[in-house]
């Protein structure tokens, strides 16, 4: 999916640094929370990243997924050093929101080497479109760190690879990964949806309180154009959505 950042004109807050847009205290509580969502997922995701490496069947994907760990821990480290840097303690920025994305990695425990991947590119993508929507409505500083910190790690494409290889070797497999993908997307809009609506602030910003240009209708339209990437990736990995 194209970056919104990319196809945005920006206007108001969008086209202000964070020294001037952060004056606003609602708009500096929703980026210290859209931050502090964003560290404590990518510290998740090298967790987990580290974990599946035990899965994996060669020496060389447990290798791959090493590197790929370890570009989660380095994109957490630049989010831990931004809420350090703007004066906000960064465990008290992510405890908040600990607690759902727990229990999304908890529902959503992979039984295999396949099942994680597919997670990985699915439920990350998920993620990542919908932080990046976002970022398009930040100030100009928050909005490069969001968006370098969304870089792909390699996953994406060493998922596809490994998924599609793995139907060809065995095409029943397809149909088993097709319905994990889908319970992986309705658990991702769930717990994504939870963390927004338990976010004061991070509400607000979505409904055009304090970015500009989201309303209502838009926050819908954001969650179509979501779905329809996740079609997307869905057929790239040779799955049906």
Known sequence: MQTPDNATEHTGIAAQDWATASADPQYRAAVVDLLGALAYGELAAFERLAEDAKLAPTLGDKAELAKMASA????????????????????????????????????????????????????DSIASDFYREVAARLDTDTRGLVLDVLDDTGHGNFAVEKVRAAIEAEPRVG?????????????????????????????????????????????????????????????????AA
């Open 72 to 123: 989660e821990f380095h994109h957490f480290e630049q989010l831990r050093d931004r809420l350090s840097a703007i004066e906000t303690e960064p465990t008290a920025a992510m405890e908040p929101f600990a607690q759902a994305l727990d229990d999304f990695h908890r529902q959503t425990a992979p039984s295999d080497w396949l099942e994680g991947l597919v997670k990985a590119y699915v439920g």
């Open 175 to 239: 149909g088993r990964l097709a319905l994990w993908a889908r319970r992986l997307m309705g658990e991702a809009l769930s717990q994504a949806q939870r963390v927004v609506a338990d976010r004061d602030a991070l509400s607000t910003m979505l409904v055009g309180g304090v970015a500009d240009g989201f309303d209502l209708a838009e926050v819908g339209r954001m969650f179509s154009r979501i779905t329809e990437a996740h079609t997307k990736r869905m057929a790239a990995l040779g799955l």
